[in-house]
């Protein structure tokens, strides 16, 4: 059994040839290049659990961008208010449940405080800024000549330079592939009269959404620092916020001093003596005693790290098609491979946002999971995957155990919007969400695929088995129409319906089936009984509710097409057929209907209002049903924003940038390179001449 499917994993790898040199080509001609600093995103360098933000001196000199991290947390202290003063105090909401009281967590008006802490902790914290210090008076942006940069995605470096009173200065910025560590060097014959660096800390703030910059640098007196110079060339800041502390480990070549802070602020001085060239690294780390790796050390590191991911991963060349459409492709299929390693491939999930600011206070969203980490493994780069999956749900399984037995199901119902620890942030939509729960079993299915081996049915096992038990029990038996109903309560995927009527949405219900098909198969290859509960349910859910002819919101949704509250959100039926593959079991999808739904969707669907990767979902729909270039439109949508340096716009819903919207572009490239089972394409535009190299079809 499994040799058959080693053989027909292999021999449906697509094979092509993109050399190295016609990569770095390709690669390079999208270095991004800049004169000033942009208001609303950086350029950054970073290994996937850190990131540094810059601005056009390839420091934070002007704006205040972030050094984020996986680790980088803090709570605000607990309210005191009587009652509400611990996480075991907070009770949550009881909703009837198909008659019987469920206990949620949502934000309990009776509870206030604890609701709101308990949304608002942890956040993650911007580590630190450094910066020029110009010496005397107050220098902006604006007096700096001739302002350029650029950074090499082949290397991870950055490069940039102005002048300044009329000297020269070039700064180099680079991230250590392998620790928290970023290298500056600097030369300038400025650093030998008034430039040296600055280290500055801030406070984080209350807010949800901390964009383009994270924390506040006024609230001086809610946090310390302490300085300690530890030799001629190194210094340690200890920075600490009521209960996170961590430490900023500075070294340098040469003799030089730290001095600071200056007075009501958390600023440090750097200041080399006799040099006009500072060679730097700073470390931060949650532990004393970190030895920062030397700077010849990252920069080689970097080189490797970054050519070997441009080598080993699959590529798309676009670049022997004449057309700006694929232009602007290519740019962010390039670009978004680069952010994304910089920012999503960490050991938690990625924020949205991933480490360039923090939306929903830094936390992740396991719903937002399949995005975000979905395309290392469909550009064959399983170990950024693999930093991250499947250890978060391992992690994660003792807690969402429990939140099942709480509300009275099997198995172990996975969080929604989460953070380390992996507990529910109160939320109604938080709370009743549930497409969330089918995903590991894609990340295992496409495992199996490039990895098909008793190695990767173990490792996931235990995950499916629990997140199977969880889907079949939350499936309600309903003795009027004798099938399995989701909901309600529940929110679909497009979050404006009512919970308490929702009932058998078309995406949930088709992802149910296929997370239970996966599931049951998972047992089968290992030679293991199928749970009897997981076909039961699975042979017996709900139909696909159908209206006018296409796949309705969920079943009964009144107004289906006429109102607009209905075409409103995401149109996550067009999900059935393109992010999802056509159902292996029960009834086969009705193509006039997808086509009718599609139809209808592109007819009425308020697009302007979607998040980005609405379009990715609709592009991959529409490849499914032949239809490439209508593919291509959605992927170029106007509402649908790259900027100049690649980073996805969030457009009217959420602060810039919005990964997701990079991640999808990449899920959908690759289905037009690879195709799925059973069409295996490519499906490119009529006249496209594309190599591809290294992908694996979809499922
Ligand atoms: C930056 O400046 C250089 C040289 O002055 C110029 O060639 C280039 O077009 C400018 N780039 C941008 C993005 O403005
Ligand atoms: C925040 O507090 C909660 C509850 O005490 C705890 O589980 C979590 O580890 C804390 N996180 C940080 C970063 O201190
Ligand atoms: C749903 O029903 C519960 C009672 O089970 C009620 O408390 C809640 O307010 C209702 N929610 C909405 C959005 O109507
Ligand atoms: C420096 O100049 C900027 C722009 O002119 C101004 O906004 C800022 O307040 C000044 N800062 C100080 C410390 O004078
Ligand atoms: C600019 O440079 C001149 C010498 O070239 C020096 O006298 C002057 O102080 C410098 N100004 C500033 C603001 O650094
Ligand atoms: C910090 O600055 C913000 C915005 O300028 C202001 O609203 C806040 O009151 C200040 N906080 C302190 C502690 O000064
Ligand atoms: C590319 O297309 C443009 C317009 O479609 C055309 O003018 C140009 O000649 C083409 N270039 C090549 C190299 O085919
Ligand atoms: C089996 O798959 C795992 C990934 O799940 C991979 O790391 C390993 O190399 C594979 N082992 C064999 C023997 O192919
Ligand atoms: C059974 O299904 C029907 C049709 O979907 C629905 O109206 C009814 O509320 C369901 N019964 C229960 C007990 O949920
Ligand atoms: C598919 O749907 C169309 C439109 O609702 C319907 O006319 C047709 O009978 C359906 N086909 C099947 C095989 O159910």
Do not use: C
């Not at 340690?236 to 007075?263: C, E, F, M």
């Not at 005693?289 to 080189?303: C, D, N």
Request: glycine share 8%.
């Amino acid at each position: 059994m499994h040799v058959l499917y080693v053989l027909v994993a292999l021999s449906s790898v697509v094979e092509g040839a993109v050399t190295v040199s016609q990569r770095r080509k390709v690669v390079q001609s999208f270095n991004v290049r800049r004169n000033a600093s942009s208001n609303s995103t950086p350029l950054q360098v970073g290994n996937g659990n850190f990131a540094f933000g810059a601005d056009v001196t390839g420091l934070q000199t002007f704006k205040p961008y972030g050094i984020l991290s996986t680790w980088g947390w803090h709570n605000f202290s607990l309210p005191t208010t009587p009652g509400q003063t611990s996480m075991e105090d907070y009770t949550g909401m009881q909703w009837w449940t198909h008659d019987r009281l469920v206990t949620y967590a949502q934000p309990n008006p009776a509870q206030n405080d604890i609701s709101s802490w308990l949304i608002q902790n942890p956040q993650r914290t911007n580590l630190a800024n450094i910066g020029f210090a110009f010496g005397a008076g107050n220098v902006t942006e604006d007096d700096l000549q001739q302002k350029t940069q650029e950074l090499d995605m082949w290397s991870g470096r950055l490069s940039s330079s102005f002048v300044y009173n009329g000297s020269a200065v070039q700064v180099e910025t680079w991230a250590d592939p392998d620790s928290d560590t970023v290298a500056v060097i600097v030369e300038s014959e400025l650093l030998k009269s008034g430039l040296g660096l600055f280290f500055d800390f801030p406070y984080p703030d209350r807010n949800k959404f901390n964009a383009p910059f994270v924390g506040v640098w006024n609230a001086t007196s809610s946090h310390t620092t302490v300085l300690q110079q530890t030799s001629p060339n190194t210094a340690t800041i200890q920075h600490t916020l009521d209960k996170s502390t961590y430490i900023t480990n500075v070294a340098w070549v040469g003799r030089g001093t730290v001095s600071g802070p200056a007075k009501g602020t958390h600023r440090y001085f750097l200041k080399v003596e006799d040099s006009s060239k500072l060679q730097l690294t700073v470390s931060l780390s949650p532990e004393p005693g970190l030895k920062s790796p030397t700077l010849e050390t990252i920069v080689a590191a970097s080189r490797g790290w970054w050519e070997s991911f441009w080598s080993e991963g699959a590529f798309i060349d676009l670049t022997a098609v004449n057309s700006t459409e694929a232009a602007e492709l290519q740019r962010r299929i390039v670009i978004s491979l680069y952010l994304l390693a910089v920012n999503s491939a960490s050991s938690d999930p990625p924020q949205e946002s991933g480490l360039v600011n923090n939306g929903w206070y830094g936390k992740f969203h396991l719903e937002m999971n399949l995005w975000n980490s979905l395309p290392f493994a469909r550009w064959g780069h399983f170990p950024l995957l693999w930093r991250s999956l499947p250890g978060m749900y391992k992690r994660f399984l003792p807690s969402s155990f429990d939140r099942a037995r709480h509300q009275g199901y099997d198995g172990a119902r996975w969080s929604k919007m989460t953070d380390p620890t992996g507990r529910s942030a109160p939320g109604e939509i938080n709370s009743l969400i549930i497409w969330q729960q089918p995903h590991p079993m894609y990340f295992a299915e496409i495992e199996y695929r490039s990895f098909p081996n008793a190695t990767t049915l173990a490792r996931w096992d235990d995950i499916l088995t629990a997140t199977a038990d969880f889907m079949a029990s939350f499936a309600f038996f309903n003795k009027s129409t004798g099938v399995y109903d989701l909901g309600p309560p529940m929110y679909p995927v497009s979050e404006n319906t009512a919970p308490n009527v929702t009932i058998n949405p078309t995406f949930e219900l088709a992802y149910w089936r296929f997370g239970l098909d996966v599931a049951a198969r998972w047992k089968t290859r290992q030679n293991l009984a199928v749970p009897k509960t997981w076909t039961t349910v699975r042979d017996n859910l709900a139909p696909l509710p159908v209206v006018d002819g296409t796949y309705a919101v969920y079943e009964g949704i009144p107004g289906m097409w006429t109102d607009k509250a209905t075409t409103n959100d995401h149109p996550a039926m067009a999900g059935i057929y393109g992010l999802l593959p056509p159902p292996a079991s029960g009834t086969p999808l009705n193509l006039t209907v997808l086509r009718n739904t599609a139809a209808k969707i592109k007819q009425l669907w308020p697009l302007e209002e979607s998040y980005g990767w609405d379009f990715s979902m609709l592009a991959m729909n529409s490849l499914r049903l032949g239809d490439v270039d209508q593919a291509v439109a959605y992927l170029l949508h106007s509402v649908f924003q790259f900027d100049d340096a690649g980073y996805p716009v969030g457009g009217s819903r959420v602060p810039t940038p919005y990964f997701p919207n990079s991640a999808s572009l990449l899920l959908a490239t690759s289905m037009m390179a690879s195709g799925w089972d059973g069409d295996e394409g490519p499906h490119w535009p009529a006249g496209w001449k594309v190599d591809v190299e290294g992908f694996v079809p979809a499922l």
